[in-house]
Every structure is written in C-alpha cells, then in structure tokens.
C-alpha cells in the first residue's frame, strides 16, 4: 500500500522532470497505416504519425494491449498544451477524459518494456483532404511527428515556422536537434517557438535545395512547396556529373502544366561553386505557379547514353498553389 502511494505519487510530479532539461527510448518501426513502438520501463515519449477517429482516440483503445487485467504494465500518461500551460494526466482506472491526437507528443510510464501496434489513417495529400496543421504557442511545445512512415529531416517538417530550438528523448537522455538531423515517426519532441504559429508537417515555404548528400541512403525523395498564385519558385538539387556522367533531366516532368509553367534550367559546377573539381556541383530550375491548385513535378537523374544507369535518383515535389 505504502509502495502503490509513493509510486503515484511520483507519477503525478512527473511534469517536473518530463521538461526538456535532462528524454526515456522508443525504438519505432513503421508500416502503411500501421505503426509498431518497441517501449521501454520507465518514461517513453512518443507520438501517432496518423489521425485516429472518434471513440478509437481513448487510450483504453489504444493502449489496450498495456493494459491487460492479469498484467497491467501502463501507469500513466501525461500530455502537456503550451498554450495554456497545463499538463493533463491519465491514469487506467481513474475514468480520466484524456483524448490521443496527432500532432501531439505524450509521456507513457510502464513497468516493463513491451511492444505496442497501433493502427491509423495517414494523412492524404490531395486537394480535397490537404496536409493537416497544427497550432503551436510561444514556449516549449511537446509536439509530434506525423508526415507518415518515413523520417524527415526537422529542417523539412518544421520549415517556415520559428522554431528555436528541438529536443528529444532516447536510452534515458536528452538529445539536442540539430539542423540536418531526421524526425521519426512515433518518436515526440519538445520544440521551443518564439511566437504563436502553424506547423504545417513537410511542407515548404521557400523553394528546395538539396545537395548529393541528401540522396543518400534515400535515393528517391519527395517533399511538399506552397506557393502563391503567379509566384516563381526555384527548385535546386545536387550533382556529381563531373565523376560519373550522371545528369538531371534538362526538362521537369510537370504532371499540369496549366498549372505550372517551367521558365529555366541551370547546371552548376562543383567547379563554378566553389573552384573545386570532382565534387557536388547542383542544377537549378524555375518555376512559376501559373494557376490555383495541385501540381507534381518529377526529376530524374540517369546516365543518359544507351545502357546507362536510369534514375539513380529522383525527386517528386508536390506544390500547393494558393
């Protein structure tokens, strides 16, 4: 009885230590529309890459195979709103109302490390159900990842907001985010905003540029552009044609172009970037949004003699024009 008491009450101090200061691990593997988090004893902070509906948002539901009656392993949950400054918990039993979002980063306390699967709807690219967004305060926000099964560089996925500073949690410490470092789906994150705004996951405000490291090991890439109506836009990805003959398509593959209009195609040099040679080098096309709506480019990077290597690498970029 004495041990059950000083157990919740630790629990309930938990919003003490759960600050970015000092982060406890989940290690995630992810499928379409399925997502599995191997949780650890102890803190876990994690996050759903889907949106789950209606009654299914309980964490009786989601957590339902934590909270077995022979062997209950879930202690409690904690999420935290920033714009508030509140911390909501949830305790199995207690009849607590706590509802689990997308978007939103939570604490887990477990007595023992288990497996978890959870299954969703990821969210649709299309103009009839366009990416999500959410609202984020000034301060620390415990926010999650939630542009589908792939990792995405923060740089990305929190592009055009005013982010200051990230942090996440894994094997009991706090990791600092850097710039260049990925996101993971299932994983939750404190980022730090200066100012009241909307997290719009993996979509860009200026035009993309990507050098050859960024193709690799990922050598098909994708990523979203909002851009306004009339607007140019420019699209700049790295080569190595000096060493390996390797070149971008001198014309993007527009799935519309009624809706955008290719005005130019530039290649560069490791040579004419930098006076080095055998290095990246970068092509750098133009655009502009000629009409409102939803617009595929496609690039592709191929040898381009009879017998060449065809599309080592490519990239998909989806525009949203407003």
């Not at 301060?139 to 560089?153: A, M, V």
């Amino acid at each position: 009885m004495i041990r059950n008491i000083v157990k919740i009450f630790y629990l309930l101090l938990a919003p003490l230590i759960l600050l970015p200061s000092i982060l406890i691990a989940n290690t995630v593997n992810a499928e379409a529309d399925n997502l599995t988090l191997n949780l650890k004893a102890g803190w876990n902070l994690i996050s759903l890459p889907f949106n789950i509906d209606g009654e299914s948002r309980n964490p009786e539901i989601i957590f339902a195979s934590l909270l077995a009656s022979d062997n209950p392993n879930l202690n409690i949950i904690w999420s935290y709103e920033a714009c508030s400054n509140t911390w909501q918990a949830w305790i199995p039993g207690l009849g607590d109302t706590l509802q689990i979002y997308d978007g939103k980063g939570y604490w887990l306390n477990l007595d023992y490390s288990a497996t978890l699967s959870i299954n969703g709807t990821f969210s649709a690219i299309d103009p009839i159900n366009p990416p999500p967004q959410y609202s984020v305060c000034v301060d620390w926000n415990l926010i999650g990842f939630t542009n589908g099964t792939e990792s995405e560089l923060i740089d990305d996925y929190l592009g055009g907001t005013n982010f200051t500073y990230a942090w996440t949690f894994d094997n009991g410490t706090w990791y600092f985010i850097n710039s260049g470092d990925l996101l993971k789906p299932g994983q939750g994150y404190w980022v730090n905003f200066n100012q009241p705004d909307t997290v719009e996951p993996g979509i860009l405000n200026t035009g993309p540029v990507l050098t050859c490291d960024s193709f690799f090991p990922q050598n098909n890439l994708t990523q979203t552009l909002l851009v306004s109506q009339n607007n140019s836009f420019n699209v700049t990805l790295g080569n190595n044609s000096d060493s390996t003959g390797y070149v971008w398509s001198e014309e993007a593959n527009i799935d519309n172009p009624d809706l955008i209009q290719q005005l130019s195609h530039v290649q560069q040099s490791p040579e004419q970037l930098d006076g080095t040679t055998g290095g990246c080098g970068c092509d750098v096309w133009e655009f502009k949004a000629l009409e409102k709506g939803i617009c595929l480019i496609y690039f592709d990077y191929s040898q381009p003699w009879d017998g060449g290597d065809k599309s080592a690498w490519t990239y998909t970029l989806t525009v949203y024009i407003e």
